[in-house]
């Protein structure tokens, strides 16, 4: 089993910054993406952000993040990061951190990961 703990949310001016960490824990981990999606009231979850956890970690963005969000990660901890800049109402969500343990070609499909964490809560208030 694989546990993944996000942190670092919380409520933020439009504008503002917000570092969203995940930490993930298990016997055997070994991802192969790490991912993070979100979900805001009465919309469907979706893709926000991933980032390949090994080789040259490649990274992969939502149109209406890139630009101002980043995420990184720290093999040796076991840590995946989301930094978020000139955050915007329209980012106020649940966001999710989660783990795909196979390669899968699009690393956008939520479907393909395999573990979630239990998700924290972003608000940006205009």
């Known amino acids: 089993q694989v546990q993944l703990v996000e942190s670092g949310g919380g409520l933020v001016q439009a504008g503002g910054s917000l570092r969203l960490s995940c930490v993930a824990s298990?016997?055997?981990?070994?991802?192969?993406?790490m991912g993070w999606f979100r979900q805001a009231p009465g919309k469907e979850r979706e893709f926000v952000s991933a980032i390949r956890w090994k080789g040259d970690s490649i990274t992969y963005y939502a149109d209406s993040v890139k630009g101002r969000f980043t995420i990184s990660r720290d093999n040796a901890k076991n840590m995946v990061y989301l930094q978020m800049n000139s955050l915007k109402p329209e980012d106020t969500a649940i966001y999710y951190c989660a783990a795909d343990m196979e390669y899968s070609r699009d690393p956008t499909r939520s479907y393909d990961y395999n573990y979630w964490g239990q998700g924290i809560q972003v608000t940006v208030s205009s």
């Open positions: 298990g016997r055997t981990f070994r991802s192969v993406t």
